[in-house]
C-alpha cells in the first residue's frame, strides 16, 4: 500500500517535472523564435540604411562627377565611347502640350513626348549637352557610342510645364533654343522659368530676337538678331549661349558668316540628317520628329539614318 502510494507519488512528480520540462522547452522556444525575429528585422533595418547611405554616397559622387566634368575631366568614365565620325542624331521638338487631342506638326502629347524619351533612355542612349556635343565635333573629344541631343525649337511654355518635369524623370539633357524677344509671352517661356532650367542643367540658347527667317535680312541686320538675342539670354542664365538653331532652318552664306562672327560655335538647320565633323559648323543638321513617331521609328533615327 505505503508502496503504491510511493509509486504514485513518483508518477505525480514525474508528470510535474514533465511538464515544467515542457513548459521551459516552449518558453526558450518561444523566446528563441522572438530573438531570431528580432535580429532578423534589425540586419533588415541596418542593410536598409547600408543602401541608403550607399545612394546618398551614389548622389554626391555623382554631383561631384558632374562638376568635374564641368571643368572638362573624363564626364563619361564608365560608358563606352567613340571618336570616329559618325556624327549625332540632334532630335527638334516644338510644343509639348497637355491636350492629347491636339495633333499638328510642332505639337506633341506629353504622353507621346514620354513614351519617345523612355525608348531612348531604355535604349541607352545618352543625351548630350550642347557642350559636350561642340567637343565631340570640333574638339576632337570622344563621346559615348549611344549619343544623341534633344532639342525644342520657339521656347513654349509648355516647355517648362510638360517637357522639363519628363526630362528630370529620365535625367536626361537638352536645349531649348528661345526666342528673346518672345520670353514673358502667353504662351511662351518667362525668363524665370528659364533661369531656373538653365540652373538644373537644360541648356538654353538661341532662335534670334524676332524669329525671322534670316536669310531675308542683310548681313548687318542678321548679325543684330544673333548678337542681341545672345547677349538677352546670357544676362539671364548667366552662362554662354554657344549655338543658335535658324528659325524655320532658313540660313544663306551670311547667316554662316554671321552666326561665327557673333560668337557662336554651332548653327542648327532642320535639314534632315545627323551632325557630324565634316558639316560647316553654323550648318548642322537636325532630325525634326512629331507625334506620329512610334518607338520604333525612333530607335531607326538613332541607329540607322544616313545623310
Ligand atoms: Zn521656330
Avoid: W
Avoid at 497637355?98 to 524619351?117: A, V, Y
Avoid at 560668337?263 to 553654323?282: H, K, L, Q, V, W
Amino acid at each position: 500500500m505505503k508502496r503504491t502510494k510511493c509509486n504514485i507519488k513518483n508518477k505525480k512528480n514525474k508528470r510535474t517535472i514533465f511538464i515544467i520540462l515542457t513548459k521551459l522547452i516552449l518558453f526558450i522556444a518561444v523566446v528563441s523564435i522572438a530573438f531570431i525575429i528580432s535580429i532578423n528585422q534589425r540586419v533588415k533595418i541596418s542593410s536598409n540604411v547600408t543602401f541608403n547611405q550607399e545612394n546618398d554616397q551614389k548622389e554626391t559622387s555623382e554631383k561631384a562627377s558632374e562638376k568635374v566634368s564641368e571643368k572638362g575631366v573624363d564626364q563619361f568614365e564608365g560608358i563606352s565611347v567613340i571618336n570616329d565620325n559618325r556624327g549625332v542624331p540632334v532630335l527638334c521638338y516644338h510644343s509639348i502640350n497637355s491636350d492629347p487631342l491636339k495633333k499638328n506638326s510642332i505639337t506633341m502629347s506629353k504622353e507621346k513626348f514620354r513614351e519617345q524619351l523612355k525608348i531612348i533612355k531604355d535604349s541607352g542612349y545618352i543625351t548630350l549637352t550642347m557642350a559636350e556635343l561642340n567637343d565631340y565635333l570640333f574638339k576632337d573629344k570622344s563621346m559615348p557610342e549611344k549619343s544623341v541631343v534633344i532639342s525644342f525649337d520657339d521656347g513654349y511654355r509648355d516647355n517648362y510645364n510638360n517637357a522639363f518635369p519628363i526630362l528630370k524623370e529620365f535625367n536626361m539633357n537638352a536645349t531649348i533654343f528661345v526666342i528673346s524677344s518672345y520670353l514673358n509671352r502667353d504662351s511662351y517661356l518667362t525668363a524665370e522659368e528659364i533661369k531656373e532650367m538653365s540652373d538644373y542643367g537644360i541648356d538654353i540658347e538661341s532662335h534670334t530676337v524676332s524669329h525671322v527667317k534670316l536669310s531675308t535680312l542683310s548681313y548687318k541686320d542678321q548679325l543684330k538678331e544673333l548678337k542681341n538675342s545672345k547677349d538677352t539670354i546670357e544676362n539671364i542664365t548667366g552662362k554662354p549661349v554657344i549655338s543658335i538653331a535658324y528659325p524655320e532652318g532658313k540660313f544663306n552664306k551670311d547667316t554662316k558668316k554671321a552666326t561665327l562672327e557673333a560668337g557662336y560655335s554651332m548653327g542648327f538647320t532642320i535639314e534632315r540628317g545627323y551632325a557630324d565633323r565634316n558639316d560647316n559648323p553654323a550648318q548642322l543638321n537636325r532630325i525634326c520628329v512629331d507625334y506620329t513617331y512610334k518607338p520604333n521609328n525612333i530607335i531607326n533615327v538613332l541607329k540607322n539614318l544616313k545623310k
